[in-house]
RNA sequence: GGGGGCGUGGUGUAGUGGCUAACAUGCGGCCCUGUCAAGGCCGAGACCGCGGGUUCGAACCCCGUCGCUCCCGCCA
């Protein structure tokens, strides 16, 4: 017999089926038993007349809560019962893994334990209906994303993640024991993603793991996370790669909202608004001025910078000014940017580039990339950079590579903007910061 | 790396100098003609993170230590 979702039962009244899932209550009678029978997509109310069988009553009776089970019964339909009116009676019940007593980690219990307590127990906590939804939407997502950057020609790639040599600045690197040398984790695909450009792909994409040896300890880092990267060829601006950025993430939405807007309002209590384009932009010298006008005084030593909460500020000006959620802040200086950010034209001491705040969170790093061997040189030797190490990469430039730029995102962050989820650690399968590595 | 907070049965909490350490939930037992956040009764379960100190007396105050957590730094 094919096995049914409790979804479906409705459609088979009257008939035998057979259903699997998670005994998640167990109301036990004199005469009668009551299972709730969970799958993931649904529950519902399985009965037992004891007097029928007493052995598998007394089976049913030792039974621990989360027990797996496959159960075949025949559908009735009933008005007196609240869960959806439909009851199965129960003919047969096979064990497939009986939940040992005392469980560890209660997926119903009305409070929920400590977040990294849950931590310990994810599987178990992976069980609650909030989190498999959560999955869902994240696969959606993704799909969204996927599908918008195949309507506009974009390649997929997936670059490596062991690196012979750091990329960036070396500091916030893993190493590793590679045979007889070192080795590092990708902590950015930053340069394969350039490479793809040279190599004349003209736009990708990838979705991939990224790893960063950071000691933070904030609601929002992981050491561990998946970073969603794109690249675009033959741009004028970093403006060209925010045009694009801000109509991906409102098809992103859309596609979102349509699939599951009011799964996420009855779940997450959020009414997801799909975001009007062009979002809201403004140049980093105005953003430290609009704060300075609402009094928000930033610390001294920010290099034209601004903190965590100067970012919420700004955020919340552009929720009164302009009732948007979005901000792209542009035209950061040098001092706090990438060396292959490309410099703005009439002021070297800009760059073209810009962040993405959502919510008041940053998400997302864009830029257009300098893409002349000489200037790019010059830029990470002004840096401090040694040629050396990455002559590689700066080789990319040399044998015709257009100009390009693109932006990363953090798809946990995303996650965390779009269900308003106080903490990376929910927005994550599995959580990996500086103290868990396990499970 | 810097700063703040927390650490009590399995879990979530109450208790801030003198209690056999309380409540909820979960667990075990008994009872209940259909429950549905099931209900009723009984029971087991914590030497209050760890070490030291102050005090007649410490879960409670002090010091140290470990763990967790949030903020900052940094970032996605």
Known sequence: MNRTYIKDLRT????????????????????????????????????????????????????????ALTITGKVIDN??????????????????????????????????????????WRYMDLRRPYNNLLFQIETTLEMAMREYWLQHNFVEIHSPKLTGSPSESGAELFSLDYFERKAYLAQSPQFYKQMAMAAGFERIFEIGPVFRADPSFTARHMTEFTGVD??????????????????????????????????????FDVDLVVPTVPFPRIPMREAI????????????????????AGEREIAAYVKEKFDHDFVFLTDWPIAVRPFYHMRLEGDETLTRSYDLIANGLEITTGAQREHRVDVLTRQALEKGL???????????????????????????????????LPNIREAVYIFRGPTRLNP
């Not at 439909?86 to 409070?111: D, G, H, R, W, Y």
């Not at 590579?401 to 693109?406: A, E, M, S, V």
Request: glycine share 6%; hydrophobic share 40%; aromatic share 10%.
């Open 12 to 67: 088979k009244v009257d008939q035998t089926v057979k259903i699997q899932g998670w005994l998640q209550t167990l109301r036990d009678q004199k005469k009668i038993q009551f299972l709730i029978l969970r799958d993931p997509t649904g529950l519902v109310q399985v009965a037992h007349w004891k007097p029928n069988d007493e052995d598998l009553a007394a089976r049913i009776t030792s039974m621990g809560m989360e027990t």
């Open 79 to 120: 008005p007196v019962v609240k869960l959806n009116q439909i009851e199965i009676q129960l003919e047969s019940l096979v064990v497939e893994n009986a939940a040992e007593i005392p469980l560890p980690f209660e997926p119903f219990a009305e409070t929920l334990p400590a977040l990294d307590y849950r931590l310990d």
């Open 230 to 267: 794109m690249e675009i060829s033959w741009i004028d601006s970093h403006e060209d790669v925010m045009a694009f950025q801000e109509g991906w993430l409102q098809y992103v939405y859309t596609r979102v909202k349509e699939l599951h807007g009011d799964a996420i309002k009855e779940t």
């Open 289 to 308: 001025e609009i704060l300075k006008s609402r009094g928000y005084v930033l610390p001294a030593d920010k290099k034209g910078d601004i903190d965590p």
């Open 386 to 420: 040694t040629v050396e190490p990455i002559q590689y990469y700066l080789d990319f430039f040399r044998y015709g590579c257009p100009p390009h730029g693109g932006f990363g995102l953090g798809l946990s962050r995303l996650m965390m903007v779009l269900l308003n």
